[in-house]
Nanobody, 125 residues
Framework: QEELVESGGGSVQAGGSLRLSCTAS????????MGWFRQAPGKEREAVAV???????NYPSSTSDRFTISKDNHKNILYLQMNMLKPEDTAMYFC???????????????????WGHGTQVTVSS
């Protein structure tokens, strides 16, 4: 069974940086559109970065100038470099892969599946 395991979260002060990792098992991330998402208490899950199988990236305006998604196909790991963190970035962060079938590689969470357990990011002011 496919598995995605997130790591790298923690507590930082505003302006700091973190790099999240998503290690995939029994799944070749090179073949999939992959995404990073976050969910804060009381809020809906939202995409923070998406990367297509061929490497094209897609960010919402809230993260486009601060976050960078990348992947190492040989190690089968997906990364999220987060810089200039803000208190509003505080959330549980998840990685996921796009559902098979005619789902576009977009920032819509319902187009993704295989969610890991997440890693907590807390940014203090």
């Amino acid at each position: 069974q496919e598995e995605l395991v997130e790591s790298g979260g923690g507590s930082v002060q505003a302006g700091g940086s973190l790099r999240l990792s998503c290690t995939a098992s029994r799944l070749e991330i090179r073949n999939y559109c992959m995404g990073w998402f976050r969910q804060a208490p009381g809020k809906e899950r939202e995409a923070v970065a998406v990367i297509a199988d061929h490497g094209a990236t897609n960010y919402p305006s809230s993260t486009s100038d601060r976050f960078t998604i990348s992947k190492d196909n040989h190690k089968n790991i997906l990364y999220l470099q987060m810089n200039m963190l803000k208190p509003e970035d505080t959330a549980m962060y998840f990685c996921a892969r796009k559902r098979s079938g005619r789902f576009p590689c977009s920032r819509v969470p319902s187009n993704f599946e295989g969610w890991g357990h997440g890693t907590q990011v807390t940014v203090s002011s």
